[in-house]
T-cell receptor
């Protein structure tokens, strides 16, 4: 059974800091890994999608890496801003179960 | 392109009632998946519909059911509501390929009293 873990559960940083969010998964049989952002009480916004054959993806200040063999992904946020405050979720699309399996999220607070 | 829409956005029901939620996917997307999000269990997969057929199902009781119409719009029904069904229900749409990005709607907040 695929399990996805995110560390840390919560993170508080001052504006301008670079930060790394971690995601690990137990079964490497995945199609892809996706990072999402969720604002309180809202739906999920897709940030980055990394296919299983890729090593990283970049979008603006965000960079996500994938090491399928070790079951790890990181989301790097450069020069953090208060508007980055949200919960960040990673999810793997499992080839066995044919569905997205989500981590429990990292709640990020960026202070001005 | 319009995003994924869900209606209604908020619902309040009492125990024992039933409820129907609706999801309209992005134009051209044929797959709709439903998820339940609660503080205790996080995001859990309910089921996926592709071309009007249920393609995958999560580990939820039979009180949770769904369907998809020929225009790819999907509905989810929960019968005999329980307090524990209070949650944010999210739907996501994709073209149907496992490698595609899943786009989520804003969710329906269901409160069961």
């Amino acid at each position: 059974k695929q399990e996805v873990t995110q560390i840390p559960a919560a993170l508080s940083v001052p504006e301008g800091e670079n930060l790394v969010l971690n995601c690990s998964f137990t079964d490497s049989a995945i199609y892809n890994l996706q990072w999402f952002r969720q604002d309180p009480g809202k739906g999920l916004t897709s940030l980055l999608l990394i296919q299983s054959s890729q090593r990283e993806q970049t979008s603006g200040r965000l960079n996500a890496s994938l090491d399928k063999s070790s079951g790890r992904s990181t989301l790097y946020i450069a020069a953090s801003q208060p508007g980055d405050s949200a919960t960040y979720l990673c999810a793997v699309y499992d080839t066995g179960f044919q569905k997205l399996v989500f981590g429990t999220g990292t709640r990020l607070l960026v202070s001005p | 392109k319009a995003g994924v829409t869900q209606t209604p956005r908020y619902l309040i029901k009492t125990r024992g009632q039933q409820v129907t939620l609706s999801c309209s996917p992005i134009s051209g997307h044929r797959s709709v998946s439903w998820y339940q999000q609660t503080p205790g269990q996080g995001l859990q997969f309910l089921f996926e519909y592709f071309s009007e057929t249920q393609r995958n199902k999560g580990n939820f009781p039979g009180r949770f059911s769904g369907r998809q119409f020929s225009n790819s719009r999907s509905e989810m029904n929960v019968s005999t509501l329980e307090l524990g069904d209070s949650a944010l229900y999210l739907c996501a749409s994709t073209t149907g390929q496992g490698t595609d990005t899943q786009y989520f709607g804003p969710g329906t907040r269901l409160t069961v009293l």
